[in-house]
C-alpha cells in the first residue's frame, strides 16, 4: 500500500487504521506519548505512521471558508478572509471588538500539536540507523515550524518548546520568547527539514504523493521569510527585514529554479483553467474532464478523494454564501492591464454587468454575473458539460439574481462545484501551498529587499501568473508602469490579493504590511444608486449608501496597533505569571 492511500485512511479519522502484510494496525495518535514505548517506535514503518498523523495539522477548507471552524463554533479562523476587507461581514474581529478570551482553542490545539511532534523527535534520537528515519524527522520538524509559524501570526512571540516537558519542567513557568527567537526557531526547523527531505522527482512524484518534500519545505520557508522581513520593514527594521527578505528570495528561487511545478494551465480548458483548478477531481468536474493527476501546481494540499476521504464540510454552499466586497471588485485590471481608474475600457457601474467588461478573466469566474449568464452549482449540476441546451436547461441563468440573497450584491463562485454531488461530498484538494503563491512570493520579495525589481524577475514569476488566463495582457514591467504612472508596489500586491482571494492571505498580509487603515474603513457593496441596481433591487432602498452611492455593508469598522495580534488567553497567564498580554489588551 502507497503512502498516499495510507495518508487519506489516517486522515478518515483521528485514529489510523493502515492494512498492510496481511495484518491489521489500529494505532491511537492523541496523544503520542500514550503509546507503549517497549513494542513501537522499532522500525521506520513506526515512524511514517506516527508522522503521519501530523498530515492533520494542515490547513483546509473550514479554516478559510468559515468565519468560525463549523466543527467547534469555539475556534476562530483568525486566518479567514471574512476577518479582512474583502468578504463582507459583521464579525467583532473585522470591527476590531473582540475581546480578551478566557481560553483559546487555537492556542492549546497547537501546543498539543507541538507537544506529538516532539514526542516523535524525542524518540528519534535513541533510534539506531538514523538514515532510515531521516525523512518523517524532517517531516515532523517541517510541522513543529508550521504550527509555531501559526502561533506567531496570531500572538507574536510565544513560549518555544523544542522538547517533551514533564509537569516540573522549568519550561511551563517561563517568560514569551522574542518574535525574532522564534522566526529563527522556525526557520532552523525548515532548513534542517530542507536538508533531510526527498526532493521531488519523476520517479517519486506518485510514490510519494501527499507526502511533505524538500520543494514543499523551501516554499514555506519562502512564506515564512517574506512574512516576517516585510513584518520588520513596515516598523522600520531594516536590517532584520533585508535579511529575512533575502532568505524568502532564496528559498522561492530554489523552487522556481527546481523547475518541478508548473501553473495549471491545460489549453483545453482556456481562459477558464484557474477556476476548474479549485474544484478538480477525480470523478468529471469540468468540461474538459481533466482529473487531478493534471495538476501540478499543488506543491502541498491537503487530499481528498470521492471514495476514500470527502470533504465533509460543505464546501460548495458556505463558498455560495460568500458576498465579496467592493475594494475586492475592484482590484480586478481592465484587459489593457491598467486599474479601473485609468483604463479607458472600464465600463462603469451603470447596470448589472458593465463593471466585468473588459476585466481582468479571473473575474468572470471568481464572481457570479448576472442576467444573461449561467452558473451551476451541486443543486444545479451540468448535464453534459457541453455549455449546450441540456445543460443551460439546470442552470441558474436569466433572469438569475446573484445578489439577491447578498450582503453586498457581488456573489462568490470561486470553490463552488458543477457536478452533481451531494452536500458535504466534495473531495477536491485544499492547497496548503500552491506555485502561483511561491511566484508571487518570490516577486514580492525581491522588490521589498531591492525597492526595484527587474523583467527578468518578474516574468519568471508574476506575470505568469497574470498571464495563466490572460494572455492578451501587457505584462508588468518597468516601463508599463512608467508610462501609466503605476506604483510597483500596488501592482504586485493586486496581483497577490487577486490571485489569493478567498484562501487565508489578505488579513495576514494586510497586518504585515502595516496596512491598519485598510482595516478601519467601511465595508461596501455594489453601487446601488443611480445604477440597475436601484430599479431591479429596491428591497435595498432603505441601506444605508456612502457618498458615492455603494451599498454599506459595515461602517463600523475600527482597528487599533492592538488589533495586530490576538491576546494570550487569561487562563494561560494565570496558569504562568511570567506570561505576559499582548501591547493594548
Not at 41 to 58: K, R, S
Not at 155 to 182: C, F, H, M, W
Not at 210 to 218: C, H, L, M, P, V
Amino acid at each position: 500500500m502507497n503512502s498516499f492511500r495510507k495518508l487519506y485512511l489516517l486522515l478518515l479519522a483521528g485514529t489510523l487504521t493502515i492494512t498492510q502484510n496481511g495484518c491489521n494496525k489500529v494505532l491511537d495518535l492523541d496523544p503520542l506519548d500514550q503509546l507503549s514505548d517497549a513494542s513501537y517506535w522499532q522500525t521506520a514503518n513506526d515512524f511514517m505512521l506516527a508522522a503521519n498523523q501530523f498530515y492533520t495539522y494542515e490547513r483546509t477548507f473550514a479554516d478559510v471558508l468559515y468565519d468560525t471552524n463549523p466543527n467547534n463554533a469555539a475556534i476562530q479562523n483568525y486566518h479567514s478572509d471574512y476577518k479582512s476587507d474583502f468578504l463582507a461581514s459583521q464579525n467583532p474581529y473585522s470591527r476590531g471588538l473582540n475581546t480578551v478570551q478566557t481560553t483559546d482553542p487555537n492556542y492549546s490545539t497547537d501546543y498539543t500539536r507541538i507537544r506529538n511532534i516532539n514526542y516523535l523527535l524525542d524518540k528519534a534520537q535513541s533510534y539506531g540507523n538514523q538514515a532510515e528515519i531521516a525523512k518523517y524527522v524532517a517531516e515532523a520538524r517541517f510541522f513543529r515550524a508550521y504550527v509555531y509559524f501559526d502561533l506567531l501570526q496570531i500572538y507574536g512571540g510565544v513560549p518555544i518548546i523544542s522538547k517533551l516537558l514533564s509537569t516540573s519542567s522549568a519550561e511551563l513557568q517561563a517568560p514569551r520568547n522574542t518574535r525574532d527567537e522564534v522566526v529563527d526557531f522556525i526557520l532552523k526547523d525548515l532548513n534542517d527539514a530542507i536538508a533531510g527531505l526527498p526532493a521531488k522527482t519523476a520517479q517519486n512524484a506518485a510514490t510519494e504523493l501527499g507526502r511533505i518534500n524538500k520543494e514543499s519545505a523551501q516554499s514555506f520557508l519562502g512564506r515564512v521569510a517574506l512574512y516576517e522581513g516585510t513584518w520588520q520593514k513596515f516598523r522600520n527594521n531594516s536590517g532584520r527585514a533585508n535579511t529575512l527578505l533575502d532568505a524568502s528570495v532564496a528559498a522561492s528561487g530554489a523552487v522556481i529554479t527546481g523547475a518541478q511545478y508548473q501553473l495549471f494551465a491545460p489549453a483545453a480548458l482556456g481562459d477558464s483553467a484557474q477556476k476548474y483548478m479549485f474544484i478538480l477531481e477525480n470523478q468529471k468536474s469540468n468540461p474538459a474532464n481533466i482529473t487531478k493527476t493534471s495538476n501540478n501546481e499543488y506543491i502541498l494540499a491537503n487530499r481528498y478523494d470521492w471514495t476514500l476521504r470527502q470533504i465533509r464540510n460543505n464546501v460548495s454552499r458556505q463558498a455560495n454564501n460568500a458576498n465579496p466586497t467592493k475594494n475586492f471588485a475592484n482590484q480586478y485590471l481592465s484587459q489593457d492591464g491598467l486599474p479601473i481608474e485609468k483604463s479607458p475600457l472600464f465600463k462603469g457601474y451603470a447596470t448589472l454587468n458593465s463593471e466585468f467588461a473588459n476585466r481582468d478573466n479571473r473575474m468572470q469566474y471568481s464572481l457570479k454575473q448576472a442576467n444573461g449568464y449561467y452558473w451551476f452549482g451541486i443543486n444545479n449540476p451540468r448535464v453534459d458539460w457541453t455549455g449546450g441546451a441540456a445543460d443551460k436547461a439546470t442552470a441558474n441563468a436569466s433572469p438569475f439574481k446573484p445578489y439577491a440573497n447578498t450582503l453586498s450584491g457581488y456573489a462568490n463562485q470561486k470553490w463552488i462545484s458543477e457536478r452533481a454531488v451531494a452536500d458535504n461530498e466534495e473531495a477536491y484538494d485544499y492547497p496548503v501551498i500552491r506555485y502561483a503563491e511561491v511566484l508571487l512570493n518570490y516577486a514580492e520579495a525581491v522588490f521589498e529587499r531591492n525597492g526595484t525589481i527587474s523583467d527578468a524577475d518578474l516574468d519568471k514569476s508574476l506575470n505568469l501568473v497574470r498571464q495563466r488566463v490572460n494572455k492578451k495582457m501587457p505584462k508588468l514591467s518597468t516601463a508599463f508602469a512608467e508610462a501609466n504612472g503605476l506604483d510597483m508596489r500596488t501592482e504586485i500586491r493586486r496581483e497577490r490579493n487577486v490571485e489569493l482571494f478567498y484562501e487565508g492571505f489578505r488579513v495576514d498580509d494586510l497586518k504585515r504590511w502595516a496596512a491598519a487603515d485598510v482595516l478601519k474603513q467601511p465595508l461596501v457593496g455594489v453601487k446601488w444608486t443611480g445604477t440597475e441596481f436601484q430599479s431591479l433591487w429596491p428591497s435595498q432602498s432603505s441601506t444605508a449608501k456612502d457618498a458615492d452611492g455603494n451599498i454599506i455593508v459595515d461602517g463600523s469598522r475600527s482597528f487599533t496597533d492592538k488589533n495586530y495580534l490576538i491576546p494570550i488567553p487569561t487562563q494561560q497567564i494565570q496558569l504562568n505569571p511570567q506570561l505576559t498580554q499582548n501591547p493594548g489588551w
